[in-house]
């Protein structure tokens, strides 16, 4: 695959991933930009569709007088006294993006990282940005980002070249100076952008320092504002305050998709300081503490109606019986090639399993929370959210104002995972703000977050496939009920396939995750070929490598091999070895999981994990180590025990005591090997490394004990005896 | 009501029913403690009262008169850091990091009980503080340097 057709798959957006069509919403003019930073140089990064940046006409253009282009993906700023500032609409819920970018800033830039103040997700100050999700901030905003600085760069050797009145090809940018190669004269930044008011556009072709010659982008760094966190300074979004601020508190419906019926306000507006608003179905109290809010609510008497749901015991059936008809499918997707049917009609024998994965929450560890002030109609909010744009859309839907009229501010969160894409909790409090006519600031509970906050999608997957006597997969075919169309097609090659995601009805409220649906493709096809393998009485890596072209995939499967000891006799009783691996968000990722099982309590282990993961050139190894083991244990989780228990609308298990989470107990040793691939532009880790665990833990039980697992959470309390 | 936080004295109009994470974070704006669960499952509200970790939580105010609470804002001495919160740093102990105020406390607690503590002992005593991200393995060996630096701090 070239890179311009791999921009083109990441950019693509997922079923699940979006609510709003992309749209651009700038109109800033170079004249309020200087307004609001001072004086200095400003780059702006013209955000081309990818793969255009060749066509679209070469030579660097300056903006117009008053206007800046409307398609700007980022932009940068350098101030009289050399500070460096970045604005992009990226978020940071925990990727460490806000590292990783700096580092691509200083690389290009040639300035220290603390140098560099990078604003984030701030819909007044950052241009547009669809949102942070599919993994996309590293192969597109790193890569934007480090364009724009080469561009100040070139500007600031520039203005020191005419200066000098000499060659700019004898200046050299070093620590943020400007260096005369041959006279060894020198000048910071500052004092050459000092009077400056210059806005150059991105030029179109300028070269990048390529990752093997990377001195900051490549090398490990913590976290930039790591001491904020470890001295408990950083204000996440639930902890923003403002003076005279109230706290809301929602009253919920006593079952999902329920109408309200009646209810009575009276007790509760009895207290004082409370503010009561009823809005259709919305019933919401706003107070001067939480334990008010709180009681307030609880003295709330309202009545719901619903009809019956359907629970988690008839989930898999209920899926298969309500496909969608055709006309209501969307993006739902046919892949086929050669003669599936024919073939597998004409074999003596075929394998044909079928696979679930249960509805599992991503239970961030800080709830959703926004505060929300009004001033007359303008409306600002400070929300936890990957998608402050998206959510800047909900708000003015919801209020019939204009996006203009609304600030979202998106302070680092504590962590999203795919789960915090909508305005919920943003819109009750805007709604309650409105009402109280002060600031309000809504905090879910627990129990709201594990209830009222969406779902990764419950899926069934079957899957009918035939080998050769030579251990050659000949037909392949593949259907995806609900949980969707991440990661679905094979990356082994088959001459003859048939893979479609079905959507269907769904049963719950469902939404983005780490790796989408890709976690229960991988883990349906891993298991599958594990399956195949033993059919054929073949080793699984091998029966893979013999039915796997794709180099940098066969990289990982080979590196983790190595490294796990793939082939190894057992040492211990209960002991079993399995892998899984794959191809998601453009990373290569191959996981091989030890475990150990107990024949007397059938309680399962997991003894040791090794990951073999590849990105491209790597940004910040340690960054990615971290995110690659991170990704592991969160599936882990997924993989032993997660599963959204709900039965007619409610849901059974809305607390960590109920919904277990991998605790520390749980984490076996966990070694990661990276390739870094210097030749290869950097791409995103934030959710590939999470496909292989499921698979290899599921394939490795199997080696144990010899019983097959075929659905997602595999032993919830056990294998049993 | 009177609460000594962080070796000061702060005056507390809250009902003695109300929970110390409520009171510091509402009332006192010390919000380095972190909401988590409200229901002790989590370990992302623990604040030291007497030296040893407590789930801020299921505290009540009511309950602390006399006794000393210490928060995450508390912990380092001026600019220096606690040797915990710099092993954090160095090990790169957290992705978002909303966990790691409750991880640092609860830290701090094991150690002072338990200087020289097993592998085996950090995971036991960690047990009840969930981190989403998982950083596990990077928080053990951010105890496990943090303990050695004591340990050699008071040889």
Same mark, same amino acid.
């Given at each position: 695959?070239?890179?311009?057709?791999?921009?083109?798959?990441?950019?693509?957006?997922?079923?699940?991933?979006?609510?709003?069509?992309?749209?651009?919403?700038?109109?800033?003019?170079?004249? $309020?930009?200087?307004?609001?930073?001072?004086?200095?140089?400003?780059?702006?990064?013209?955000?081309?569709?990818?793969?255009?940046?060749?066509?679209?006409?070469?030579?660097?253009?300056?903006?117009?007088?008053?206007?800046?282009?409307?398609?700007?993906?980022?932009?940068?700023?350098?101030?009289?006294?050399?500070?460096?500032?970045?604005?992009?609409?990226?978020?940071?819920?925990?990727?460490?993006?806000?590292?990783?970018?700096?580092?691509?800033?200083?690389?290009?830039?040639?300035?220290?990282?603390?140098?560099?103040?990078?604003?984030?997700?701030?819909?007044?100050? *950052?241009?547009?940005?669809? &949102?942070?999700?599919?993994?996309?901030?590293?192969?597109?905003?790193?890569?934007?980002?480090?364009?724009?600085?080469?561009?100040?760069?070139?500007?600031?050797?520039?203005?020191?070249?005419?200066?000098?009145?000499?060659?700019?090809?004898?200046?050299?940018?070093?620590? &943020?100076?400007?260096?005369?190669?041959?006279?060894?004269?020198?000048?910071?930044?500052?004092?050459?952008?000092?009077?400056?008011?210059?806005?150059?556009?991105?030029?179109?072709?300028?070269?990048?320092?390529?990752?093997?010659?990377?001195?900051?982008?490549?090398?490990?760094?913590?976290?930039?504002?790591?001491?904020?966190?470890?001295?408990?300074?950083?204000?996440?979004?639930?902890?923003?305050?403002?003076?005279?601020?109230?706290?809301?508190?929602?009253?919920?419906?006593?079952?999902?998709?329920?109408?309200?019926?009646?209810?009575?306000?009276?007790?509760?507006?009895? /207290?004082?300081?409370?503010?009561?608003?009823?809005?259709?179905?919305?019933?919401?109290?706003?107070?001067?503490?939480?334990?008010?809010?709180?009681?307030?609510?609880?003295?709330?008497?309202?009545?719901?109606?619903?009809?019956?749901?359907?629970?988690?015991?008839?989930?898999?059936?209920?899926?298969?019986?309500?496909?969608?008809?055709?006309?209501?499918?969307?993006?739902?997707?046919?892949?086929?090639?050669?003669?599936?049917?024919?073939?597998?009609?004409?074999?003596?024998?075929?394998?044909?399993?079928?696979?679930?994965?249960?509805?599992?929450?991503?239970?961030?560890?800080?709830?959703?929370?926004?505060?929300?002030?009004?001033?007359?109609?303008?409306?600002?909010?400070?929300?936890?959210?990957?998608?402050?744009?998206?959510?800047?859309?909900?708000?003015?839907?919801?209020?019939?104002?204009?996006?203009?009229?609304?600030?979202?501010?998106?302070?680092?969160?504590?962590?999203?995972?795919?789960?915090?894409?909508?305005?919920?909790?943003?819109?009750?409090?805007?709604?309650?703000?409105?009402?109280?006519?002060?600031?309000?600031?809504?905090?879910?509970?627990?129990?709201?977050?594990?209830?009222?906050?969406?779902?990764?999608?419950?899926?069934?997957?079957?899957?009918?496939?035939?080998?050769?006597?030579?251990?050659?997969?000949?037909?392949? $075919?593949?259907?995806?009920?609900?949980?969707?169309?991440?990661?679905?097609?094979?990356?082994?090659?088959?001459?003859?396939?048939?893979?479609?995601?079905?959507?269907?009805?769904?049963?719950?409220?469902?939404?983005?995750?780490?790796?989408?649906? +890709?976690?229960?493709?991988?883990?349906?096809?891993?298991?599958?070929?594990?399956?195949?393998?033993?059919?054929?009485?073949?080793?699984?890596?091998?029966?893979?490598?013999?039915?796997?072209?794709?180099?940098?995939?066969?990289?990982?499967?080979?590196?983790?091999?190595?490294?796990?000891?793939?082939?190894?006799?057992?040492?211990?009783? &209960?002991?079993?070895?399995?892998?899984?691996?794959?191809?998601?968000?453009?990373?290569?990722?191959?996981?091989?999981?030890?475990?150990?099982?107990?024949?007397?309590?059938?309680?399962?282990?997991?003894?040791?994990?090794?990951?073999?993961?590849?990105?491209?050139?790597?940004?910040?190894?340690?960054?990615?180590?971290?995110?690659?083991?991170?990704?592991?244990?969160?599936?882990?989780?997924?993989?032993?025990?997660?599963?959204?228990?709900?039965?007619?609308?409610?849901?059974?298990?809305?607390?960590?005591?109920?919904?277990?989470?991998?605790?520390?107990?749980?984490?076996?040793?966990?070694?990661?090997?990276?390739?870094?691939?210097?030749?290869?532009?950097?791409?995103?880790?934030? $959710?590939?490394?999470?496909?292989?665990?499921?698979?290899?833990?599921?394939?490795?039980?199997?080696?144990?004990?010899?019983?097959?697992?075929?659905?997602?959470?595999?032993?919830?309390?056990?294998?049993?005896? | 009501?009177?609460?000594?936080?962080?070796?000061? &004295?702060?005056?507390?109009?809250?009902?003695?029913?109300?929970? /110390?994470?409520?009171?510091?974070?509402?009332?006192?704006?010390?919000?380095?403690?972190?909401?988590?669960?409200?229901?002790?499952? *989590?370990? +992302? *509200?623990?604040?030291?009262?007497?030296?040893?970790?407590?789930?801020?939580?299921?505290?009540?105010?009511?309950?602390?008169?006399?006794?000393?609470?210490?928060?995450?804002?508390?912990?380092?001495?001026?600019? +220096?850091?606690?040797?915990?919160?710099?092993?954090?740093?160095?090990?790169?102990?957290?992705?978002?990091?909303?966990?790691?105020?409750?991880?640092?406390?609860?830290?701090?607690?094991?150690?002072?009980?338990?200087?020289?503590?097993?592998?085996?002992?950090?995971?036991?005593?960690?047990?009840?503080?969930?981190?989403?991200?998982?950083?596990?393995?990077?928080?053990?060996?951010?105890?496990?340097?943090?303990?050695?630096?004591?340990?050699?701090?008071?040889?």
């Amino acid at each position: 695959m070239t890179l311009r057709e791999e921009s083109r798959t990441v950019v693509e957006p997922e079923r699940y991933e979006l609510s709003a069509p992309s749209a651009y919403h700038f109109d800033s003019t170079r004249r $309020e930009f200087f307004k609001f930073l001072g004086a200095g140089i400003l780059i702006v990064g013209s955000f081309k569709p990818a793969g255009a940046f060749q066509e679209s006409g070469g030579g660097r253009k300056a903006a117009s007088e008053d206007s800046l282009p409307k398609e700007i993906g980022a932009w940068l700023h350098i101030g009289e006294d050399g500070s460096i500032t970045v604005f992009t609409g990226k978020a940071e819920v925990g990727q460490n993006i806000r590292t990783s970018l700096s580092q691509a800033v200083s690389e290009e830039l040639k300035v220290p990282i603390s140098r560099i103040t990078m604003v984030m997700g701030d819909t007044q100050l *950052c241009p547009f940005d669809m &949102g942070t999700f599919g993994s996309r901030t590293t192969p597109i905003m790193n890569l934007q980002l480090r364009r724009v600085s080469a561009a100040a760069r070139d500007t600031i050797i520039g203005i020191a070249a005419a200066e000098w009145k000499v060659d700019a090809k004898q200046l050299k940018a070093v620590d &943020g100076k400007i260096v005369d190669t041959k006279t060894s004269r020198s000048a910071e930044y500052a004092s050459l952008v000092k009077g400056q008011q210059i806005v150059q556009e991105l030029p179109v072709e300028d070269p990048l320092i390529p990752p093997a010659d990377w001195t900051v982008a490549g090398k490990s760094q913590s976290k930039v504002d790591g001491r904020e966190f470890v001295t408990g300074k950083h204000r996440y979004p639930s902890d923003q305050r403002l003076p005279d601020m109230l706290y809301g508190k929602v009253v919920r419906p006593a079952s999902f998709n329920a109408t309200l019926v009646s209810v009575d306000l009276k007790e509760a507006a009895k /207290l004082a300081g409370v503010a009561i608003v009823q809005d259709g179905n919305f019933i919401g109290v706003a107070a001067p503490s939480t334990t008010l809010a709180e009681r307030a609510a609880g003295l709330v008497k309202a009545e719901w109606k619903s009809d019956p749901q359907p629970s988690n015991k008839e989930l898999f059936e209920y899926l298969k019986k309500n496909e969608l008809p055709a006309k209501d499918r969307g993006d739902s997707s046919v892949y086929a090639v050669g003669s599936t049917d024919k073939v597998l009609a004409s074999v003596a024998h075929r394998l044909k399993k079928s696979y679930t994965v249960e509805y599992i929450a991503h239970a961030p560890l800080e709830p959703r929370a926004a505060l929300a002030s009004w001033s007359g109609d303008q409306l600002t909010v400070w929300t936890g959210t990957q998608r402050p744009f998206g959510v800047r859309s909900e708000l003015a839907a919801a209020f019939r104002i204009p996006e203009e009229n609304i600030r979202v501010q998106m302070p680092d969160t504590g962590s999203a995972y795919g789960g915090k894409h909508t305005g919920d909790a943003a819109i009750e409090a805007a709604r309650l703000a409105r009402a109280a006519k002060r600031p309000v600031k809504i905090v879910w509970t627990r129990e709201e977050e594990f209830t009222w906050a969406y779902f990764r999608p419950a899926g069934l997957i079957e899957v009918t496939s035939a080998v050769d006597s030579d251990g050659k997969i000949i037909a392949w $075919e593949f259907h995806n009920y609900n949980s969707g169309a991440a990661g679905i097609r094979t990356y082994y090659d088959i001459p003859n396939q048939k893979i479609e995601f079905h959507p269907t009805k769904t049963t719950l409220r469902q939404g983005s995750y780490r790796g989408l649906a +890709a976690t229960a493709n991988h883990f349906a096809r891993e298991t599958h070929m594990d399956e195949l393998a033993h059919q054929l009485n073949m080793d699984s890596l091998e029966f893979r490598l013999k039915n796997l072209k794709d180099e940098r995939l066969r990289a990982v499967f080979e590196a983790g091999a190595k490294k796990f000891g793939w082939g190894r006799a057992k040492t211990a009783r &209960g002991q079993g070895f399995g892998m899984g691996g794959g191809y998601e968000k453009l990373g290569y990722v191959a996981t091989f999981a030890e475990v150990s099982v107990d024949a007397k309590s059938g309680n399962v282990k997991i003894t040791r994990i090794v990951t073999a993961f590849e990105c491209g050139a790597i940004v910040n190894p340690q960054g990615l180590q971290n995110q690659v083991e991170g990704a592991n244990i969160m599936g882990i989780g997924g993989a032993l025990f997660e599963a959204v228990q709900f039965d007619n609308g409610r849901i059974l298990n809305a607390h960590f005591s109920e919904y277990r989470v991998p605790r520390f107990r749980d984490i076996p040793p966990i070694e990661t090997v990276m390739l870094d691939r210097k030749d290869l532009p950097p791409v995103g880790a934030g $959710e590939a490394p999470i496909v292989g665990i499921a698979p290899a833990i599921g394939n490795a039980i199997f080696d144990a004990t010899k019983t097959r697992l075929r659905a997602l959470p595999l032993v919830p309390s056990g294998l049993g005896s | 009501m009177k609460l000594d936080i962080n070796g000061k &004295g702060f005056n507390v109009t809250a009902e003695p029913e109300a929970s /110390l994470l409520s009171v510091l974070r509402e009332e006192l704006d010390l919000t380095g403690t972190k909401y988590g669960c409200g229901e002790g499952q *989590c370990g +992302a *509200c623990t604040v030291l009262v007497d030296g040893i970790a407590r789930r801020s939580c299921l505290t009540s105010v009511g309950s602390l008169q006399d006794k000393k609470i210490m928060t995450i804002e508390g912990l380092a001495k001026g600019e +220096a850091l606690h040797p915990l919160q710099q092993a954090f740093l160095e090990e790169d102990a957290m992705q978002c990091a909303y966990c790691t105020s409750g991880m640092i406390m609860s830290a701090v607690s094991l150690l002072s009980s338990k200087p020289a503590p097993s592998e085996t002992e950090i995971v036991q005593f960690m047990q009840g503080n969930i981190c989403r991200c998982g950083t596990h393995p990077r928080i053990v060996a951010a105890i496990r340097k943090a303990a050695k630096w004591l340990q050699a701090a008071h040889s």
